[in-house]
Nanobody, 111 residues
Framework: QVQPVESGGGLVQPGGSLTLSCAVS????????LAWYRQAPGKQREFVARITTSFETNYADSVRGRFTVSRNNAVNMGYLRMNILQPEDTAIYYC?????WGQGTQVTVSP
């Protein structure tokens, strides 16, 4: 499978927002689910959110109500909108297309 490419990470203050993007080339985009995981310093990777091919979504308890996962099959893009960010959201965020992981994008939440 094609490796997804994440973008949109950066430094944001507590309470701020960021939108991560996940670009996937090729025609198989619409027939595979997308997921987001994250890995904080010194911690294991953890599930964040997922969206299926039928646009069903589910979220980790820690982000439900603050994060929104979406996809646009017309342009082969996935998104993770993150609101009310907190320092504990600091991590490398990974997009997973089917079973293939991207390289990740760093999100840092700090005053």
């Amino acid at each position: 499978q094609v490796q997804p490419v994440e973008s949109g990470g950066g430094l944001v203050q507590p309470g701020g927002s960021l939108t991560l993007s996940c670009a996937v080339s090729g025609s198989a985009f619409r027939i595979n689910p997308l997921a987001w995981y994250r890995q904080a310093p010194g911690k294991q990777r953890e599930f964040v959110a997922r969206i299926t091919t039928s646009f069903e979504t589910n979220y980790a308890d820690s982000v439900r109500g603050r994060f929104t996962v979406s996809r646009n099959n017309a342009v082969n893009m996935g998104y993770l909108r993150m609101n009310i960010l907190q320092p504990e959201d600091t991590a490398i965020y990974y997009c997973i297309f089917g079973t293939t992981w991207g390289q990740g994008t760093q999100v840092t939440v700090s005053p």
